[in-house]
């Protein structure tokens, strides 16, 4: 076993823990994140990449809106390259109540969001898609944001400043000494043995997996794992976000994102975060919901649908039970623990609740508070600081399309669908990047129409480019990819999508003579038996890569 | 438009039997949306390569204990080898000589470096790995996005052939920034292009005993292109199967294409058949749809090739539904969607085998059940005969079974509906 030494320890790779990295390196803190997949496997990837102007929030929820526009505003200034500046339309249908709408407005003057009402054909001029009947909209700040690009950034910035980030490293366990933490355990999954980090403090920002850190650290801390579906369309529809203006409900939300929309979404209390299953009556109503809006997209074709699980905190004074039913009624905001007072835990801090909107915000809290117990004088320079890549300017849909026109590089694409080229899974496996799924996050290989049909082997041919003869079964990383993808196939599969799926089929079971047979996926190399879904529940399983994780996680040395 | 039979589809199935029908001496006439399997396959005659995942070695056998409402069954072992036979003749005839036994399968090499079971090759592709044992190089055309010798070769290391990969560098072209197996195979088709690329591919080679490079070596002229490549390099080549498109596949097309204006059957591609006019229960006429137009093709008979679900012959709804998409033909569908598709991708969905149930003679029969008004089993429509994948108890996919159904099926059609009827006044 290998050991290091820190001054923080950071869990969690997701947007929250990311951006406490960045934080803490910006203030010269020597720290190291950990995270057991990659960074954004969890809630941060599994989202409709919609940032928040904070109007959904703005009748029910003030304190998260206010968060969501200030944060909107800072996100722009210091994040541009990953945001898609597209605007957003709260839109008024036929029986939608006009005295919410009243409250919505005031809401959002209230809470500093700045709103314009259109007339119908005012909003049509904008969406041309809009159903007839919409009576009119509002417009507001919302847009797209990629949240593995302001991962990557973040990252970047912090390793850039000597913080460290040690990815498919879960925790496995916490070193006490007496009131403190004297080290966090983790696994080192690629060098297959533990590695020790000896350090002053822990952060707990493992999202809705908070409370199994904190059972492992020895405090309570009662997480709600709000699931949500979204539903992918293999076309944009819509240039900027469309919301209804109505209570929040499921299907009420179309996010354009790259070359795909987003509908969005459920929210529903689960057992556990690792539940993300996706019924087909979800993406039923998800789609017949958002085609109110947007009717052409009843007769679309719905690529694939996922879900994740919203961080919620269920603070300890509320505690009693909370339904079992709609999760929407909890507060979106975030809290920061500080288990010296709450439990007598000298040395962790958690973070908990929030939304990737305000993920730097939730950072700059935590850490002000870290800092001071540390005895830390630097400020917080989040805010002020751009990250690398920002001058480059907003996201713009056409700029890829635009390039490789430009270097007339057609032959060049691995991935039609996203426009990914040879020279940039090259850059990204040279960089170290060993798996599909890698390069998916990376470079959103294997996202569009085709899902992966053609991306996948020519991204598996090159992964073989360098590497060391005999090293594993050259076509198990591709199997494990399509099962991977497939996962948010099932319930999505008819009409178009069904003739793709058997054509992929034709590709690779057909033509490339591939069975899986024997070789295993990512959760039977775990020594892990394969989840099924409830006996008669008509639901399939999306992730299984979570479901995994988390019993090694909870089999290992979470008692000691 | 007025035919005596009207093919609908030009996939596998399609063609053979507007070949065949139109050797027999009908009026033929084809319409279709547009290609089919032959430009997405691995380019090769699959009868039955794999049965409950296992691997078949004796097709010709296997086929004979399928279960009775597999095609096989329907169209008869004579259909099959009657089939076979054929395709053979009209391949070598095309310049597209095909090697094997129906007897037993063979291995052909895929680009990913897996050997997947077959019965009859292009002589290209035909070559056996392990023949004459020595060393195999895998060998790449440089910039070719669609195979990936490092890979091919790792895998093929995997199923025991001794593989090294290798790139050949291209000739000066116009094309270098931009170019598909179609651009590489019409450029290999040009001798003096043939000749600059030979001696790299030779060096890239190495003295191997074998070179396994992509399906891309000419589309213009049969295996001419292989032939003399393969003399100017002094190694047998043998080409991997391709991602789609199939460059195997189209010269096939091509080959079927000129056999077909050679007998005179007339064509209607980008014209997917919507509907039929009936008059009782006979089909008078085929509604297609183009672009700019509808066509209304009157025939005394209707062969539906249209494929399965894959092929657009049949559209699974989100309710759960399959329906038939030409003429309305009765299609077992699922409780709900989930049903159509396995856990696992590389399984077995159980919509790739959802087709249309019939007799045998292969006309379409009502379903079994207590709802449906007619006796289980009878024909819904007497002039309407179903060919290849469109047909229910196969799945062509996971049992390797799509070119051996088309040919025997389209086979026993043609048997069928020969010789021509006097025509109805």
């Known amino acids: ?560 | 438009m007025r035919a005596d039979v009207v093919v609908v589809g030009a996939g596998p199935a399609g063609l053979a039997a507007a070949v065949r029908l139109a050797e027999a001496g009908r009026q033929v006439r084809v319409v279709a949306r547009g290609n089919g399997f032959t430009h997405w396959g691995p380019g090769a005659v699959d009868v039955l390569g794999r049965l409950g995942g296992e691997r078949v070695e004796r097709p010709l056998e296997a086929a004979g204990r399928l279960p009775a409402d597999h095609p096989y069954r329907l169209a008869g072992e004579a259909a099959l080898r009657d089939g076979l036979d054929w395709f053979l003749r009209l391949a070598g005839a095309a310049g597209l000589a095909h090697a094997g036994d129906p007897e037993r399968n063979r291995d052909q090499v895929t680009a990913l470096g897996t050997l997947r079971p077959t019965c009859l090759l292009p002589e290209p592709a035909a070559r056996p790995l392990t023949e004459g044992g020595g060393r195999v190089a895998v060998v790449n055309f440089e910039g070719f996005r669609d195979f990936w010798p490092a890979l091919c070769a790792a895998a093929l290391r995997g199923a025991g052939v001794d593989a090294v990969a290798a790139t050949a560098p291209l000739p000066r072209w116009d094309h270098a920034r931009y170019f598909t197996g179609i651009e590489l195979a019409k450029a290999i088709d040009d001798d003096g292009f043939r000749r600059r690329l030979a001696p790299g591919l030779a060096r890239a080679a190495a003295g191997a005993a074998a070179v396994v490079v992509p399906a891309v070596l000419g589309v213009g002229d049969g295996h001419t292109a292989w032939a003399e490549l393969q003399r100017l390099v002094g190694a047998p080549l043998v080409e991997a199967a391709t991602a789609p498109p199939s460059i195997p596949g189209l010269r096939l097309f091509a080959a079927y294409r000129a056999r077909l204006d050679a007998l005179g059957v007339s064509w209607q591609f980008g014209f997917p058949a919507i509907a039929v006019e009936r008059d009782g229960d006979r089909v008078t006429a085929v509604r297609s749809e183009g672009a700019s137009r509808a066509v209304v093709t009157h025939c005394q008979e209707l062969v539906l090739a249209t494929g399965g679900v894959a092929g657009h012959g049949i559209e699974a709804n989100r309710d759960g539904t399959l329906a038939e998409v030409v003429a309305g033909l009765p299609v077992e569908g699922f409780g709900n969607r989930t049903a159509f598709v396995a856990d696992r991708f590389l399984g077995e969905h159980p919509l790739g085998a959802a087709g249309v149930r019939v007799d045998a003679e292969l006309r379409p029969v009502h379903r079994p059940g207590p709802r449906s008004g007619s006796p289980s089993g009878s024909p819904v429509l007497a002039n309407v005969r179903c060919v290849g994948g469109l047909l229910a108890g196969h799945d062509p996919t996971v049992e390797g079974s799509r070119e051996g159904v088309a040919l025997a099926t389209a086979t026993r059609v043609a048997q069928l509906l020969a010789p021509a009827p006097t025509p109805v006044s």
């Open chain 1, 1 to 560: 076993m290998t050991s290091l030494d820190t001054d923080v320890v950071v869990v969690g790779g997701g947007v929250t823990g990311v951006a406490v990295l960045r934080d803490l390196a910006l203030r010269g803190v020597r720290a190291v994140l950990v995270e057991r997949f990659d960074l954004g496997t969890g809630t941060s990837g599994r989202w409709h990449g919609l940032l928040h102007s904070g109007a959904r929030y703005a009748v029910r929820d003030q304190e998260s809106a206010r968060e969501c526009i200030e944060e909107n505003t800072v996100l722009r200034r210091i994040a541009p390259h990953t945001i898609e500046d597209v605007g957003g339309l709260f839109v008024l249908l036929p029986g939608d109540d006009e005295a919410y709408a009243g409250q919505f407005v005031d809401g959002c003057r209230a809470s500093g969001i700045p709103t314009e009402e259109l007339s119908a054909a005012q909003a049509r001029r904008r969406e041309p898609l809009l159903a007839p009947g919409v009576r009119l909209a509002y417009a507001v700040p919302d847009g797209g944001i990629d949240s593995w690009g302001l991962l990557r950034s973040m990252a970047a910035d912090a390793e850039a400043r000597g913080c460290r980030v040690l990815v498919r490293h879960p925790v496995v366990g916490v070193e006490r000494d007496g009131d403190r933490i004297a080290a966090v355990r983790v696994h080192d999954r690629v060098a297959g043995e533990d590695r020790l980090i000896g350090c002053q403090w822990v952060v707990n920002a493992a999202g809705p997996w908070a409370g199994e850190i904190g059972r492992m650290a020895g405090v309570p801390i009662r997480m709600i794992a709000g699931k949500g579906v979204m539903v992918v369309m293999a076309s944009r529809y819509v240039r900027g976000v469309v919301n209804a203006c109505r209570k929040p409900a499921d299907g009420d939300i179309i996010v354009p994102q790259h070359e795909v929309a987003v509908l969005g979404t459920t929210s529903v209390q689960v057992d556990s975060p690792d539940d993300i299953t996706v019924a087909p009556a979800d993406v039923d109503r998800m789609v017949d919901m958002c085609a109110q809006m947007v009717p052409s997209i009843a007769s679309g074709r719905v690529l694939r649908a996922f879900a994740g699980s919203r961080p919620l905190y269920q603070p300890e004074s509320a505690d009693g039970d909370s339904g079992g039913g709609d999760t929407r009624e909890v507060s979106r905001t975030f809290t920061v623990l500080d288990h010296a007072s709450r439990d007598g835990l000298a040395n962790m801090l958690s973070i908990v609740g929030g939304k990737l909107t305000t993920c730097r915000q939730m950072a700059e809290a935590l850490v002000d508070r870290l800092a001071e117990r540390m005895g830390v004088t630097e400020p917080c320079r989040t805010a002020t600081e751009p990250l690398p890549g920002a001058d480059h300017g907003p996201h713009r849909l056409a700029a890829p399309l635009a390039a490789v026109e430009r270097e007339v590089a057609y032959g060049e694409l691995v991935c039609e669908c996203e426009l990914v080229t040879r020279d940039q899974v090259r850059a990204a496996v040279a960089g170290g990047l060993t798996e599909l799924e890698d390069l998916r996050r990376k470079l959103r290989l294997g996202y569009g129409p085709c899902q992966a049909a053609f991306c996948a082997w020519r991204a598996a041919g090159m992964l073989a480019e360098g590497r060391p003869e005999g090293s594993e079964d050259a076509l198990a990383g591709l199997e494990r990819f399509l099962e991977e993808r497939w996962r948010g196939q099932q319930a999505t599969t008819w009409g178009d999508q069904a003739r793709q799926a058997l054509l992929n089929h034709a590709i690779y079971r057909g033509t490339f003579d591939l069975r899986g047979a024997g070789r295993p996926d990512e959760a039977a190399a775990a020594g892990l038996a394969p989840a099924e879904p409830g006996e008669g529940d008509p639901t399939t399983r999306v992730g299984s890569e979570l479901v995994g994780e988390s019993n090694g996680r909870t089999s290992s040395k979470a008692g000691g």
